[in-house]
């Protein structure tokens, strides 16, 4: 004969016992903290709350604790019932529709109460870094300009250095003194500068958008590390800098780089004009001056179309509402995040712990009606009989002494007084 596991049952038994005793109790404490957690985040998101505010925000915690005590009990009677083996699946079922509209409401809550400064703070730090990314992609593309205009000023200063030797007799026609080739290098020059002249004005107002976009920079900066600023006022100081950045970078994008370098372009191409009367080698030498001048030309072109493709992207101008900037910064904070989403799922882990003892023990009984275990009695089930026969012997005592005192009383000895 197969002997039947004695403690098995009884161990879950008594760790039934002890869920029972001590597991709702549990319960109702987390749904207390999270309702508690959740009031005080539904208030901080209030710059200002009132009295209404703080009303709402008790009545928003009390909503909290009776959602959260509805799915908690409900799911602690669950395992209970005989669902015909699908009880795992009610629980599941239970669990998921449970979880997802306590933590729904009560997760943002909790997690504004533990986590809504460093959340927002965070959000805060990210949007100034992300500016400063811009800031330097736009002061980068903004470089693009020196870059012009350096090579037309070298230019400029090649072709007055050939004008001044042709001038003192050690230019290509050896002949001192100013004529067609002199006066068209001096042309070329002036061409030059007045590209040179054009690119200047761009780069002097990218360096004033340059400075302002520094400076605003370093005032957020300044802003986050003042401790006078509370945050309503920190929060609306942000967002007016971040939209003297954005309005300064866009600035830059509109000054057109490329556009730029194609308008000296255009410029230089238009070369020199012609000088009549000049000697054959003259028309020749100013005509190399000329395929120069193209050659050069061409060259900003190409630079222009390099340029074209660097503008960059405009930073987008936002606000992020408390619930999206804790999701964003979920995985930022992981144990603050872990922390709010505790309360709302350690209530169903307590609940599954006690699921998991009553399939355990619906289990072993199964097996030992299927195995036909020898029949028992354990030591509980022996006091339970002595404690019944004794409440027994207690009651006959009792009505045999009422039955002394009252001749009239039945008699249980009696058989007359059997049917009575």
Request: hydrophobic share 45%; net charge negative; proline share 4%.
């Amino acid at each position: 004969m197969q002997q039947s596991p004695l403690f098995s049952r009884d161990a879950d038994l008594e760790t039934i016992r002890h869920l029972d005793r001590t597991g709702l109790i549990l319960l109702s404490a987390m749904a207390l903290v999270t309702a508690i957690l959740s009031g005080v985040g539904f208030v901080s998101q209030f710059p200002n709350p009132s009295l209404l505010d703080f009303c709402m925000a008790i009545l928003f915690g009390f909503s909290v604790w009776l959602v959260a005590r509805m799915f908690w009990a409900g799911a602690w009677i669950l395992p209970q019932f005989n669902l015909g083996g699908k009880e795992l699946s009610a629980y599941v079922l239970v669990a998921v529709i449970g979880f997802g509209a306590f933590a729904t409401i009560s997760y943002f809550g909790n997690q504004r109460a533990i986590a809504g400064g460093v959340s927002k703070s965070l959000s805060e730090d990210a949007r100034t870094d992300e500016l400063e990314n811009s800031a330097g992609a736009a002061l980068a593309y903004a470089a693009g300009f020196n870059q012009i205009a350096s090579s037309i000023s070298a230019q400029a200063a090649q072709s007055q250095a050939a004008a001044d030797a042709e001038l003192s007799g050690n230019g290509p026609t050896g002949i001192g003194g100013s004529g067609p080739v002199h006066r068209s290098f001096l042309f070329a020059t002036n061409r030059y500068r007045e590209a040179t002249a054009l690119v200047s004005s761009k780069i002097a107002e990218a360096d004033e958008l340059s400075a302002s976009i520094t400076d605003v920079l370093g005032e957020m900066r300044s802003a986050r590390q003042d401790t006078e600023l509370n945050p309503p006022q920190l929060t609306a100081e942000l967002k007016t800098l971040s939209g003297k950045v954005i309005s300064a970078i866009n600035q830059v994008r509109s000054l057109d780089v490329a556009g730029t370098a194609r308008n000296a372009a255009q410029i230089i191409a238009q070369g020199v004009p012609d000088q009549s009367g000049a000697p054959a080698s003259a028309q020749a030498r100013i005509a190399e001056l000329r395929s120069e001048m193209a050659s050069f030309a061409r060259s900003l072109e190409d630079q222009a179309q390099g340029l074209a493709g660097t503008v960059p992207d405009a930073p987008r101008a936002y606000s992020l509402s408390q619930e999206e900037h804790l999701i964003e910064n979920f995985l930022r904070m992981p144990g603050l995040s872990m922390a709010a989403l505790f309360f709302d799922f350690c209530g169903w882990v307590v609940i599954g712990f006690r699921f998991v003892a009553y399939r355990a023990l619906r289990r072993r009984d199964e097996e030992a009606h299927a195995c036909q275990y020898d029949a028992f009695l354990t030591i509980a089930d022996l006091n339970r009989v002595a404690l019944m026969a004794e409440h027994v012997s207690e009651t006959r005592r009792t009505l045999e002494a009422a039955g002394a005192a009252h001749p009239a009383f039945p008699q249980i000895d009696n058989p007359e007084n059997e049917d009575r």
